[in-house]
């Protein structure tokens, strides 16, 4: 019996192999997917957007919002330091960089559920040591920092070094590269859900940093704190995106974020 069905689909691909032109839209008598609404083949499951990739690797496809493109800042506030004076950053030759002191630096755009491409060079020549060379953060929700650190043979604490999950989760491997060289990190995030002041879900993260996995959905487990725990605080479904001002220079460049809306969007 089994050879017997194993000929028959041996038949049915070959039948549909010699009908090239034939294009199989779907089925409506196949059997639910588990779990879902859809039928396995559902003709009438809504086809993917179409989303055009960037040209090579790294650059943005055509649903990106561009946070930073090599020439300007206006999709940054600087809202400065500790009720000093609002200073921005320094832009020149298709980067920017921290002006130390100057405060952070805030998207005025906001974001939940987010896919995140940004890139960063630290300075050659940095003799600090530990949490002073080269820090700077990329704060997903202005409050859950992915460490941004000159980690290249730097003694710091595993959870401080550059691309953990700052006091939570080191990442798995160091994949830093050398100061003077851009460093990439792919970042996808869910955001946290709250009813009322209640966590209902906490937030994830997956990270690439050089295209190496560092961090695979791995929870976060409160906003970014220094030496203690802190408790989550109920906030918006979508909140800006910082980059952390330690006191450091460090440069940044082509940073882009696409807003994440999931599976069958029509
Ligand atoms: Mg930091």
Redo the contacts with the bound molecule.
């Keep these: 019996m089994k050879k017997f069905f194993a000929t028959f689909l041996a038949l049915g691909a070959l039948a549909l192999a010699q009908k090239p032109n034939t294009a199989v839209t779907g089925y409506t008598d196949t059997p639910e997917i588990p779990g879902q609404k859809w039928r396995v083949h559902d003709a009438t499951r809504p086809k993917p957007v179409v989303v055009t990739p960037g040209a090579k690797l790294g650059d943005p496809p055509s649903d990106a919002i561009i946070l930073f493109d090599g020439k300007d800042l206006s999709q940054w506030d600087f809202p400065g330091k500790r009720g000093k004076a609002p200073k921005p950053w320094k832009v020149e030759n298709g980067y920017f960089e921290i002006v130390p002191g100057a405060g952070d630096a805030v998207t005025k755009e906001k974001f939940g559920d987010m896919q995140l491409h940004i890139e960063y060079m630290q300075l050659p020549g940095n003799t600090k040591l530990g ?1 002073n060379r080269g ?3 990329v704060l997903i929700m202005n409050r859950y ?1 992915i ?3 000159d980690s290249y043979g730097d003694p710091t604490y595993a959870d ?1 070094q550059a691309g953990a999950i ?1 006091g939570q989760w080191p990442p798995m491997v160091n994949a830093i590269r050398k100061p003077g060289e851009w460093n990439a990190y792919d970042i996808v995030f869910e955001a946290p859900k709250f009813e009322g002041e209640k966590l209902v879900k906490p937030p994830f993260v997956t990270v690439f940093f050089n295209g190496v996995m560092v961090h695979n959905r791995q929870e976060i487990t409160g906003p ?1 704190a220094h030496r203690v725990n802190l408790p989550f605080k109920a906030h918006g479904a979508e909140e800006p995106l910082g980059l ?1 001002d ?1 006191n450091e220079f460090v440069r940044f460049r082509n940073i882009w974020a696409r807003k994440l809306k999931g599976y069958d969007r029509k």
């Design positions: 949490q820090n700077s953060g920092e460490q941004v650190l401080g700052y970014m952390q330690h």
